[in-house]
């Protein structure tokens, strides 16, 4: 996070993407409704990483909700933290976690949770979700209508 959280870098500004992701930095702007419970989702159908053993690339569908409380996460400084996935090697599970852990522990959410809707690799389709905890009472959490992979049948 920037030393200054509330002082978008990326806003307004030509951004480069970063060369990984702990180079990225995410920014975050107030809450325009702070003390309203309202649940904000952020759909990457074209995501990608690299494959830690082999190098190729990784396709996943990933979707992030959460209820903001004092900050929202800026959406450009998202993209482009997604995008510095890129060239990042690792397994979905620590992709897809560390992905929702980094924007619950920097942005202090009420609540968030991710779904990695991965392609299959050997044949198999990798689903890995992770959640801060239960949702608060009284939102209103979707289905993140992201199908099983059911191939071309």
């Not at 998202?78 to 060239?87: E, I």
């Not at 852990?101 to 991965?118: H, S, T, V």
Request: charged share 20%; aromatic share 12%.
């Amino acid at each position: 996070m920037s030393d200054t959280p509330l002082s978008p870098l990326h806003l307004g500004q030509s951004s480069a993407l970063p060369a990984s992701p702990e180079e990225a930095v995410l920014d975050y702007v107030p809450n325009p409704r702070v003390g309203n419970l309202y649940l904000v989702r952020f759909a990457a159908p074209e995501f990608t990483s690299l494959c830690p053993v082999t190098g190729q690339p990784d396709f996943a569908h990933l979707v992030i909700d959460y209820a903001p409380q004092m900050s929202i996460v800026e959406s450009k400084s998202l993209k482009l933290f997604l995008g510095s996935f890129r060239n990042h090697a690792g397994f979905h599970e620590d992709v897809t976690v560390g992905i929702g852990q980094r924007l619950f522990d920097e942005m202090k959410p009420r609540w968030l949770r991710i779904g990695g809707y991965w392609y299959p690799r050997g044949g198999i389709p990798i689903d890995v979700f992770w959640q801060s905890g239960a949702a608060p009472e009284g939102l209103w959490v979707p289905d993140q209508g992201v199908p099983g992979y059911r191939g071309r049948g």
